[in-house]
């Protein structure tokens, strides 16, 4: 029979704090008297502050104010709204945000801090961009509980709150089982979930359903190397394989000495370019095997004339500048896998270089490395939400420090942050959403919260009230360990 | 970004053969000349033979059909029925079933082989009991397959078949996580899917649920350890803890000298008897932790005045001893967990020791004292399929070999069979089914098939083949690996 964990057991059953908030805010300051409002949907509305730059037609606000309400609204049913006459009601919250931007896209520089009162009705959230305050109205919307009559309250709190890293992201692999479109809008934050190709509207509902949420997306399309399904579309474009003097028939990766290959790169990232409004684009630029280059009698003689000798880094360094080169020329900016910088191959000085692998030495050191050089660094290596194991392994997620690291602060700035990464061998609709919830919990705290926030049976207990959300509002989030939610999932 | 294993990246491009079964069949025979009927739904049924002992009214075989049927019919979009007139129609399949019972439940003799014969049209499905039928009806339908158009194509074929073992299960974990009736029934073969306590209904319908599906259900009520949380709802059942001479206020395990204890398992245990119809009861008896009765000074007088000294295991044998009696009486036979083997607990010769830990060397060499001592060995040891692991970890559950160990052939003759254990400390209904599911299935063919079927690129391609079948029928399994299925999941 089974192992327990009676630790675990025993922590299961501390009582949640009344509107605990994941991720941990910077800071938190509850009324001391514990004085709350009752909160009723039907009563309740959001608008915005007088003050505000941005008013009613600010579609990410609009929509956000609506979502929200319908959380309350379909939060179930309740004790009758006017059992308790005597108790103050909250009636409103209202936003105000000071740069009069609705229409734009979020991105690295985006300002997402936040102020948020609920000790005077109405409550007020304040903050310099729409981004801001999509971030205070989950806190907000997180501050709300509810008391064993199902009613709601919200405590009298002030909060003050930025993210500790500008970069904190998720990387969905689409290639290795195809997603369908509900299930990306679905880890995108919806709480009502709605042939294998993304179409072009495909891409672009996701981009606009996500820049409602706050969210910025990156795509990445990666070359040389992982392009053997591009072969078929693309007649010549990858690297023919060698048995002694004979094409094997295998194909290898990109074929970097064709000027056929770099028109196809010009013209296919000439339309990634438009279709993506984000800065930057992923390259990839990972696990570049030369088997196949070794092999072929014309890329070995191009090595000799162009004075490679046998350093195959010289190669892949060749095609990768080209690529930069074509996408600089489009006024994007990119980030690559580590493997790139590895390599030597000369990037912008703005490229950001992303951590998956401890190839030489723990990936401490090749953050260390990479920021040494003066490159900003992404950290994945240890986020690798695919790899499971058996147990509570979000702790380890948890536990990470990224910047412990040995260098100078100069360096520890070049950190802008990590993304988990769910790459998809083993993982398709079938499993992707509680695999994902609420494991990539544990690292967005980590990347949004303080340094200093990391008790893990806090967390735990925090992160356990976080997946009852989570499923109170549809997403079928597993368990952490034993326990159960007042809610549970009920989309089944 | 992500290792690739290219190896079963280039397996999932092999084509699986039309019609594989699995798990894979003692005996396949098909057509030298590949012939084939094709197979409408509109025009055809399933029926029953006129040398059938059971007949229309036999709700095991009635119901049985119309499920099948409706896989067929709701198997989506096909080409025109009429399209391929010279080709043959496979009509009807006629079922013959030699006993005429139909109203009993499976138990561990039932008898599970059968016939199938698709040869010629009507196709014939011959057993002894309706439970081979239901087996025979399971393989008939997967050897159904579908062309380009979605054209049903069934191959003339001749199997013959039965279970290498006759215990075969599957373990599921209610306590602690709950798991809607729902996610239970689904579990059990359902394809259409409909507070925290089962009601005796609940119970009833998922027994009858079972039954029609030829599944037996046996029930485990575990003691004397496992049962804190039956402390509230029965005062004075556990054995106060001691800190030092005074209560600590904790509670161990069921205490064990008091006769209200046994009185409590006698009142408990009629009901369990008159509830699950199925002969034996799963009575745990695992992990005890002797700590508390340790502590307790009424304990420490009763192991005295019994004269055990301090052999602690003495007093649970006590308990068991007496726990086993009143089964008895109640006519049921007993599965307990091997702790009671390995204690020396006298228990009924027709006792099952269930295996499931690696305590005194590997798991075989448990199997092996078990049987030694003429006892019969149930085996869950290599398949907690809730021990997640990164990758294809079906593959270890199906390379296991419950017969290899070291004993006579008596011995093994005493080796029932296996079942995957599905523990809740991280599972729940919201991924239950995708962890379950193809990963049983590996466990399922290993009990079934024969001992030579074990060729790992040959499984995985018939295995990644029933993974689409499980989500044609509305079952999210998850993915072996890459690749995808015709029919991906819908029911998202």
Chains 1, 2 share one sequence.
Request: aromatic share 12%.
């Amino acid at each position: 029979m089974a192992e327990l964990g009676l630790a675990l057991l025993l922590v299961g059953l501390v009582p949640v704090p009344a509107g605990a908030v994941w991720p941990q805010p910077q800071l938190v300051r509850e009324s001391p008297g514990g004085e709350r409002c009752r909160l009723s949907p039907g009563q309740f509305r959001f608008g915005y502050a007088r003050s505000s730059a941005v008013g009613p037609g600010c579609a990410v606000l609009d929509q956000a104010f609506a979502r929200y309400w319908r959380l309350l609204r379909d939060a179930g049913p309740r004790a009758p709204e006017d059992t308790r006459p005597w108790e103050p009601l909250c009636t409103e919250l209202l936003v105000s945000v000071s740069t009069p931007h609705c229409d734009g896209f979020p991105d690295m520089d985006s300002v997402e801090s936040y102020k948020l009162s609920t000790s005077e009705d109405p409550s007020l959230l304040s903050s310099e961009s729409v981004w801001g305050a999509l971030r205070g109205l989950e806190t907000f919307s997180q501050l709300i509980w509810r008391d064993e009559d199902r009613m709601f309250y919200l405590n009298k709190t002030n909060i003050m709150d930025f993210p500790r890293f500008a970069h904190r992201g998720l990387l969905l692999d689409t290639s290795r089982h195809y997603l369908p479109l509900r299930a990306i809008l679905e880890t995108l934050g919806a709480y009502n979930p709605a042939t294998h190709v993304y179409t072009l509207n495909d891409v672009k509902l996701v981009i606009e359903y996500a820049r409602l949420r706050g969210i910025r997306v990156i795509s990445e399309f990666d070359t040389p190397g992982h392009t053997l399904s591009w072969g078929p579309g693309a007649p010549g474009l990858l690297t023919p394989c060698y048995a002694g003097s004979i094409p094997s028939g295998a194909y290898g990766p990109v074929n970097p000495i064709l000027n056929t290959t770099y028109q196809f790169m010009t013209e296919l990232f000439r339309e990634v370019s438009t279709v993506f409004p984000d800065f930057y684009l992923h390259l990839g630029g990972d696990e570049v095997d030369f088997t196949c280059w070794r092999s072929n009698p014309e890329i070995q003689a191009f090595m000799q004339w162009m004075g490679f000798g046998q350093d195959y880094t010289k190669l892949e360094s060749f095609y990768i500048q080209r690529l930069l080169n074509i996408i600089s020329s489009y006024g994007k900016g990119y980030v690559v896998w580590q493997e790139v910088f590895d390599n030597g191959v000369k990037v912008k000085p703005d490229t950001i270089i992303h951590v998956w692998r401890e190839n030489a030495g723990p990936y401490q050191q090749e953050v260390a490395r990479v920021t040494k050089a003066g490159y900003r660094a992404l950290l994945s290596a240890p986020w690798y939400l695919n790899r499971i194991s058996y147990g509570q392994d979000w702790q380890a997620a948890y536990q990470v420090e990224p910047l412990e690291f040995e260098g100078s602060l100069e360096q520890k700035a070049l950190v802008i942050g990590g993304e988990a990464c769910m790459w998809g061998e083993f993982v398709d609709v079938t499993n992707l959403t509680p695999r994902l919830w609420p494991r990539a919990g544990a690292i967005a705290e980590r990347l949004w919260s303080n340094k200093t926030v990391r008790d893990l049976q806090d967390a735990y207990i925090r992160l356990a009230d976080f997946r009852c959300t989570l499923l109170r509002r549809g997403i079928p989030a597993q368990p952490l360990f034993t326990g159960y939610c007042d809610a549970e999932y009920s989309g089944f």
